[in-house]
């Protein structure tokens, strides 16, 4: 009877400690593990480069400005980007002009001849929304956990072309100067600002 019941006890510890582990595989595994934190400066050094090349498909800032001027939907149909509804659009240009005047937050530039109305005002100060980021066609809002990690990309995207991009030009910059760039600009459907047309600068250097 003891070997029987000794039998009855291991087969009952058996099936409990059976019953206490539990197997999952690696995959499973991972997906239940804390997502890493969002590297927001990494991320935006990785956007930084993937812009370069998108410039090289931007629009030049003439035929921008004068379809923005003559046929707004067009131009937006065209050129522009939209995030989700909304009556403003985004714009990656590209161009060069002479620099007409310099003030506290900008560099009024004319494109066109004969040179003497400022076509684009380049912003030196007040770096700030999402005009880059959006103008891009880069990242979509779908692409991250949160709208807060979203938004974080335009925080560091600004802070290069304060810290980066303006700086060597504002050094040297004098009126008279060819000044070249690459920007981004938005444009409001309910409100254009077209003429200066304010552009964040992605690229800039004085030619001459």
């Known amino acids: 009877m003891k070997i029987v019941k000794y039998a009855v006890l291991f087969i009952i510890a058996a099936v409990l400690l059976y019953n206490s582990i539990y197997f999952e595989s690696l995959s499973e595994h991972q997906a239940t593990q804390e997502p890493a934190e969002f590297n927001s400066p990494r991320y935006g050094l990785e956007f930084w480069k993937k812009l370069q090349h998108k410039l090289i498909d931007a629009v030049p800032a003439p035929t921008l400005l004068a379809l923005l001027h003559r046929d707004m939907q067009t131009a937006i149909t065209k050129y522009g980007r939209t995030l989700g509804v909304s009556s403003n659009h985004s714009y990656l240009l ?41 103008a891009s066609g880069l990242v979509a809002v779908s692409d991250f956990p949160s709208t807060m990690e979203f938004n974080t990309i335009s925080s560091e995207i600004n802070k290069m072309v304060s810290n980066t991009v303006l700086p060597p030009v504002l050094a040297r910059a004098q009126v008279g100067q060819r000044i070249r760039f690459g920007a ?20 800039l250097e004085i030619v001459d």
């Open 94 to 134: 590209q161009g060069s002009g002479t620099l007409l005047k310099i003030t506290d937050d900008a560099l009024l530039v004319s494109i066109q001849p004969p040179a003497t109305q400022a076509d684009v005002a380049i912003a030196t100060a007040f770096i700030f929304g999402n005009d880059i980021r959006d």
């Open 184 to 203: 981004a600009t938005t444009v409001s459907e309910d409100d254009p600002q077209l003429t200066p047309l304010r552009i964040v600068p992605i690229t």
